[in-house]
């Protein structure tokens, strides 16, 4: 009987995620660590394909890993966060208005169009639009919701929604855009904000973002070999460090699920996932 | 705010505005483990800061606002792996070719791209340069041929004449016609071969790219000026034929870029600048003259190059004169069953050191194509013994040079 080597699921949402665990892969295969990876094309099948057994860890989206969480808790089962990167840590989500906005505070988006991320962002439409719930208005019905959704069920990974909402708030479309804290910079940076041309309205409360999710069953000697290695890779070793900067990292944490409490209080509020782990939203494709 | 800690003031710059160009500067000049405080009124520093000391790695304490008498809003501790990239950086050789060792005998693959001179960080893509040997490549003149080259840059607009009427009698300008279009397919595989070797060559020798990419545009100038004079009285292109482009062929499937630069530039561009020489000199019309002037200058250098960088590789590598005259006795061999130079060539040079299709001017013009052929001859001895081939060597070399001149 062949065991196969340790097999990492992750969802494809860019060309480079090939190079990065292909990368990845080698230097593992250096180290001794039979490693392989498996892409798929959305979240939901990771998940699912996680659950079924298929994979032994999966490179989650925060979503992700709170369908996980749910599916395997529904199923008597406990998925653990075994390592992140520093970047996943304490992120929080703006809601931008323009610099000459007439809106100062939340509250005065009554009847006004707030863009947001794809239809499954975390970062740019969930988080955000809880968090203006929990400030009272509910999204949909006090303020009009404009989802700029691009690569649906990749949870956002691809900043285009992000970018687009952005675009329409400059562009005088929308009253307000949501988005995460580095790319508002991002997008000054390139230009997609010009200097001065808008404000933060409001700010959630810090959040952490992916995580490597394992579940019980598996073989703990491996995942904490695995978990080892990834947390030795250095910045300094320029055989890694261009994986690493490509993956958005300057060094692997130990996980933790703190930071998803905000997110998981999202999901229910916005009825996303079930408690169950089944998905409840409507109109997301799967 | 701790005595002695430094103080980086932003003002009211923010980071949608290039915050980080001067806390970068700061951090930079900061040693591991010592603090800075930064100061600004931007009314979103505090959070942008976070998000961005969490990108790069640094420690960032936001300090909660009106805490610090002075307006501190955070203070930074530059991230460990701040200044990773220079570790084990090396030099890749020198800007300067004139500093001693500027020049390694054979660069690293994974300096690729990178400027001969900067300090490449380790690891990355390792292009595959084929040609990266310092002994096949490099002359000490490299640097002053290419300003040379550079600085002798023609415009094919400005420099000729080409309102001047041209006023041939038709089978003079026949003969200007088929001798262009000779011409034309020859630039042509002048300018395919080094651009061909330039994308192979390493960039550490910058310069040897640089006159290659120069070589390239000259003959590209030089395909342009033929063909506008060919066509300039209206006359459709002339005759190309097989044994011409078959020899020509020879030169295009030499992969060794010493024997290449040999065949074509020695040996091929050697022979033009005599046939550019005899059309300076016996063109019907100033213009094709002042193309042949300006044409013979750029292969001239072109010649020049090639001797200068074959020189250098003879000295160090003794066995490459025997590889050249190899090279040059199997390309005999491969053109023996070809017809060589084609009769319409030949006899259109006759006809234009003729001037005219009288009886005692063919006799006169033919007398100065034989002695062309026998100035092309002794210019390719005196060459090859620059290179160091014996009398007799360069006699036998030099007499099984094509017949189709290039």
Redesign the interface.
Known sequence: MTTRPFTLGAVAYDPKVVTIWEGFADWFARHGFAFDYVLFSGYEAQVEAHLAGSVDVTWDSPLAWVRTRRLAAAAGREARSIAMR??D????S?VLVRHDSDLRVPSELVGRTVATGAIDSPQATLLPLAHLAREGLEPGVDFDVRRFDVMVTKHGDHIGGERDAATALVAGEVDAACLI??N??LF?KDGS?P??????LT?TAPYDHCTMTVLDGSDGATIDRFVELLLSMS??D??V??LLELE?L??WRPGRTHGYDQLEAAVDRLRFYGPDGSITASGYPR | MSPGVPLVELGTLGFDAGAHVILNLALRSLESGNALAVRGAHPELAPHLTAWCRREGHRCRVVPADAEPRGVVAYLERATTASVRSNGAVRAGRADPDIADAIVAVPSADWGLAARGALVEPGGPTPPFRLDRRDELWTDRAPAFYRQSAASQWDPDGAVGWSEPVRNAPVIEAAVVQVMTFLIENEVVALVVPARFLGQIHPHFREIQQQLAVIAADEARHIDVFTRRATLAGNDLALSTVGGRMSLQTLLDEPDFAIASFLLSVMGEGTFISLLGFLEAHAPDPLTRRIAHLTRNDEARHVAFAMAHLERHATIDTALRARLARAVDRRHRELQSTAGLNDEVFDSLVLLAAGTPEPEAIRAGWNRVQALQHEMREARQGRLARLGFTTAEADTIASLHTRNFM
Do not use: C, N, S, Y
Not at chain 1, 89 to 92: C, E, Y
Not at chain 1, 195 to 200: G, H, S
């Open positions: 520093d970047t840590q304490d992120l929080t703006v804290d580095g508002q910079l000054a904000i200097v001065d041309a808008v404000r933060t700010r910045f300094a320029p055989q460090r261009p958005g300057r060094e």
